[in-house]
């Protein structure tokens, strides 16, 4: 079978096949073997390039299995592609992601080329706010701490004192020993943290777009169909949705909840592909889907990241005023830690 995308001449050969039988192990469950003889080709060859460009493969846990289990190094939250960023060896960063963690992953490391497969791969949150905003705000609100999520432009991350992600945002907000913060740009992120400090959070109207479609009556109606149902969920739904939930936090927050305490049935309330995820590595649990998902995630492709990964392009760059700035912000976090 010849595979029909930019890698025309990749095709699903007897030595493709039996190089990456061991790697379709590990998404047997999510993927049919039907559809493996397209992915398997780009798959291998992916691997060749890696090792020829020194590249390694940083993805979120919103990628696809095929992406996520057969060709990314290191997977994770936008916490740990932060954390992981800084300490890689290779030459070449490829993010599967979106643009913002791109950014971070060049912020973290300005002499490294950093390539993300599809450079509109956005986010409504870090579409929702600019640096001028952040100005307005601060001008508003003299001598309050701006705590700004990485889900935002490093143009944004410049303007502000400390990032944080859904993994340690309480612990950030709570790091600056003030009684009150400004926490950009997500409403209901800032709405989850406000219940679990005692800092006044003062917030913007930043939405996901994925996230926010989830209500608590669809929660609800699962309940209602599914028996001893555990529900967790992402603190970017509304309030309504986390109340509904057994628990809330980040997506490597959300996967170490069902890896360890293996609820017999699960809903996660947020992108689609982590439910396949998980559910290609653990086989006692059993995942209510509701599909919300993320147009920007899924832009990119394992034929993208093979073009790029032969192209070298597209690269993120950073204007190096805003990086060092916007730097700053990143690694003030990262001192922070989980
Ligand atoms: P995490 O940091 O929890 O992975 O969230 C990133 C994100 O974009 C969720 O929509
Ligand atoms: Fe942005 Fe929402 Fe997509 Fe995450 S899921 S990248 S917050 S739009």
Not at 69 to 88: E, F, K, P
């Amino acid at each position: 079978m010849m595979y029909s995308g930019s890698a025309a001449a990749l095709a699903y050969t007897p030595e493709v096949a039996e190089a990456t039988a061991p790697i379709f192990e590990r998404v047997a469950r999510v993927i049919p073997s039907i559809e493996w003889p397209i992915h398997a080709p780009l798959v291998a060859d992916i691997q060749r390039l890696k090792r020829e460009r020194n590249a390694i493969i940083l993805a979120h846990n919103y990628q696809t299995p095929e992406i996520y289990h057969c060709v990314a190094d290191i997977v994770g939250d936008s916490l740990a592609l932060a954390q992981r960023a800084v300490d890689t060896d290779a030459d070449v960063i490829v993010l599967a992601g979106v643009h913002f963690m791109a950014e971070t992953a060049k912020l973290l490391n300005p002499d490294k080329t950093v390539l993300i497969p599809d450079q509109d791969a956005g986010c409504s949150l870090a579409d929702s706010i600019t640096p001028e905003d952040v100005r307005a705000l601060r001008a508003s609100y003299p001598g309050v701490p701006v705590v700004t999520y990485v889900n935002t432009s490093a143009a944004v991350k410049a303007e502000t004192d400390i990032c944080c992600t859904s993994g340690n945002a309480v612990k950030v907000v709570e790091s600056l020993g003030v009684d009150r913060v400004l926490f950009l740009p997500d409403e209901y992120l800032a709405k989850y943290v406000a219940t679990q400090t005692k800092v006044k959070i003062i917030s913007w109207h930043g939405h996901c777009e994925v996230h926010e479609r989830f209500s608590a009556a669809e929660i609800q109606h699962y309940r209602e169909g599914f028996d001893n149902l555990v529900v967790i969920a992402h603190p970017e739904c509304p309030p309504e949705v986390i109340a509904a939930a057994d628990f809330a936090g980040s997506t490597a927050q959300m996967i170490d909840y069902v890896r360890s305490k293996r609820p017999r049935r699960v809903l996660m309330v947020t992108e689609c592909s982590m439910s396949d995820n998980v559910a290609a590595e653990i086989d006692d649990v059993e995942f209510v889907r509701p599909c919300n998902l993320c147009p920007h995630m899924k832009r990119i492709t394992l034929d993208k990241i093979h073009r790029s990964l032969e192209t070298l392009e597209p690269r993120v760059e950073v204007d190096p005023g805003v990086a060092e700035r916007a730097r700053r912000s990143v690694e003030r976090m990262l001192a922070v830690g989980r």
